[in-house]
């Protein structure tokens, strides 16, 4: 079973930037695909970006699109989010989740909450206006 563990988030100015930590351990991180989701209270969470720990496909919700990246160092088990160009409406709990790749194969499971299993304790990430 594999174990994740998030970092990074914190208060930040709009427009400013921040760089998510997920951290893996416990099990192999081959044939994981890792997702970024977020979520504010009273709402559901919204899955913003994932990638594939065995070759490094990556994808993205179209509201991230361009100022979202995501992207993995295979040698730390890490995955990163680069959030750049912030704006208030990113403030949320992000959390880093992990689902099998079967989920890559139909486009509306890659970032649907529900095909991921394992999930980390989340960091808050705050935006200032």
């Known amino acids: 079973e594999i174990q994740l563990v998030e970092s990074g988030g914190g208060l930040v100015q709009a427009g400013g930037s921040l760089r998510l930590s997920c951290a893996a351990s416990?099990?192999?991180?081959?044939?994981?695909?890792i997702g970024w989701f977020r979520q504010v209270p009273g709402k559901e969470r919204e899955g913003v970006a994932c990638?594939?720990?065995?070759?490094?496909?990556?994808y993205y919700a179209d509201s991230v699109k361009g100022r979202f990246t995501i992207s993995m160092d295979n040698a730390k088990r890490t995955v990163y989010l680069q959030i750049n160009s912030l704006k208030p409406e990113d403030t949320a709990e992000y959390y880093c989740?992990?689902?099998?790749?079967?989920?890559?194969?139909?486009?509306?499971?890659?970032?649907?909450?529900?095909?991921?299993?394992?999930w980390g304790q989340g960091t808050q990430v705050t935006v200032s206006s």
């Open positions: 990638i594939s720990s065995s070759d490094g496909g990556t």
């Open positions: 416990g099990s192999t991180f081959d044939d994981y695909v």
């Open positions: 989740a992990a689902a099998g790749t079967e989920i890559l194969m139909l486009r509306l499971w890659r970032l649907n909450r529900l095909r991921y299993d394992w």
